[in-house]
């Protein structure tokens, strides 16, 4: 079957730096999205890798183990407004979405 | 742009009645899809489609219908509601290139 695993919620510290695992097992690989979810809004994409390595974007970087089934979002000088849910979504070999059930992040002061 | 637009925003609906969530996106992506997301389970992928004139069934489509009759357009329909079916519905589409998905603002059903 096709499995996407994060943790449900992690708390980290303003100005801090905290990162989201994301393990997969799915039929194909054509890459690796995280998204970001405030609460009541949409989903908005931050990040996809198809290559091993880190892509970095800013605060935000991502990096990607095709052979370990692995990616984690990288998260540095955390604000307020990063409180969200994060979601890893796995493309699989038809190209559709394969989703975890994401990770709420909460920033304390 | 509008991007993708979802209507309507929330709707209460009684149990056994039908309704149309409408989705219109105006960047001439070919993939469209539609979501439902329940607290703790993440996003659930209910119908797609790839092209006008073509569908699928994702993971959980049982009591929901698609059609494709344009590129701009892909409602999704409850038959007969009940009240699994509450819900946050999100439409989203994909460009074909990079198969990023973008989402609409997403509809929130209540059916009792």
């Known amino acids: 079957g096709q499995n996407i695993d994060q943790p449900t919620e992690m708390t980290a510290t303003e100005g801090a730096i905290v990162q989201i695992n994301c393990t997969y097992q799915t039929s194909g690989f054509n890459g690796l999205f995280w998204y970001q979810q405030h609460a009541g809004e949409a989903p908005t994409f931050l990040s996809y890798?198809?290559l091993d390595g880190l892509e970095e974007k800013g605060r935000f970087s991502s990096f990607l183990s095709r052979s370990k089934g692995y990616s984690y979002l990288l998260l540095k000088e955390l604000q307020m407004k990063d409180s969200a849910s994060y979601l890893c979504a796995v493309s699989d070999s038809n190209y559709q979405l394969i989703w975890g059930a994401g990770t709420k992040l909460i920033i304390k002061p | 742009t509008a991007g993708i637009t979802q209507a309507p925003t929330s709707q209460i609906l009684a149990a056994g009645r039908s309704m149309t969530l409408r989705c219109t996106q105006d960047?001439?992506?070919?993939?469209m899809y539609w979501y439902r997301q329940d607290l703790g389970l993440g996003l659930r992928l209910i119908h797609y489609?790839?092209?006008?004139?073509?569908?699928g069934k994702g993971e959980v489509p049982d009591g929901y219908s698609v059609s494709r009759a344009n590129t701009d357009d892909f409602p999704l329909t409850l038959a007969s509601a009940v009240p699994s079916q509450t819900s946050v519905y999100f439409c989203?589409?994909?460009?074909?290139?990079?198969?990023?998905?973008?989402f609409g603002p997403g509809t929130r059903l209540t059916v009792l």
């Open positions: 890798n198809v």
């Open positions: 989203a589409s994909s460009d074909s290139a990079t198969h990023e998905q973008f």
């Open positions: 489609s790839n092209t006008a004139g073509t569908t």
């Open positions: 960047m001439r992506h070919n993939a």
